[in-house]
């Protein structure tokens, strides 16, 4: 027979292993960017045109509408060191990804200094390919994000950022250039993509 105190030392163990498994806590030091389908007015968008809405419990884009190159919600804020917790969706022919440390909004790529978290399985480089930090780091193994919901999970501190897919470590550096600057949401021109969660939370 279990004493009270055993049962409620069991009961303790079984929460915090189910809290484990949780998205973030909004009240633990996060702020949410998106839920669900909203969250739209906490960006601007950078680069070309893209359809971006909010769909079906998500906020997605699947098309160009004016300009050339990528189009990137980005927000209004830089950040420096901080935590990214992102779930998303992609089609098979997703060019995406989620950027951070952009140092300039109105140029929001790899080349002015961002980084960038690839979201795109069929990249002919594919040591860049989903799960890697593009220029970066290469991606650990290969994953398939396509057709299904992912998390991302981002650590940056410093110098050192880590990224997680589906909670594996794929890719990580210790020797990141570019301190501070906004978080972005990419689409280029390919399948559609869809952000039904992002969290941050400032380290």
């Known amino acids: 027979m279990c004493k009270p105190t055993s049962i409620a030392a069991l009961m303790l163990a079984a929460a915090l292993a189910l809290a484990g498994c ?14 669900g389908a909203a969250g739209l007015g906490n960006f601007t968008i950078s680069g070309a045109v893209a359809n971006w809405r909010g769909e079906d419990g998500a906020i997605v884009a699947d098309r160009i509408v004016s300009g050339k190159g990528a189009s990137v919600m980005i927000t209004d804020k830089d950040y420096r060191d901080v935590e990214i917790y992102a779930e998303f969706w992609s089609a098979e022919n997703t060019n995406s ?14 080349a002015s200094g961002a980084l960038e978290v690839q979201i795109w399985d069929r990249n002919p480089a594919q040591h860049y390919a989903t799960g890697s ?14 057709g299904r919901w992912n998390t991302y999970e981002v650590y940056a501190r410093g110098s050192e950022v880590t990224v997680k897919l589906n909670g594996v ?12 600057g906004r978080i ?3 689409f280029n021109a390919g399948g559609a993509i869809r952000f039904r969660k992002l969290m941050v939370r400032e380290l």
Do not use: E, F
């Open 184 to 186: 972005g949401l990419q």
């Open 133 to 146: 930090l593009v220029n970066v780091a290469s991606v650990h193994g290969q994953h398939v994000a396509a």
């Open 97 to 110: 990804g989620i950027y951070l440390r952009a140092p300039d909004p109105k140029m929001v790529n790899t």
């Open 22 to 35: 949780a998205s973030p806590s909004p009240t633990r030091g996060w702020t949410t960017l998106i839920d």
């Open 169 to 180: 470590v794929t890719s990580s550096t210790q020797h990141a250039r570019t301190q501070a």
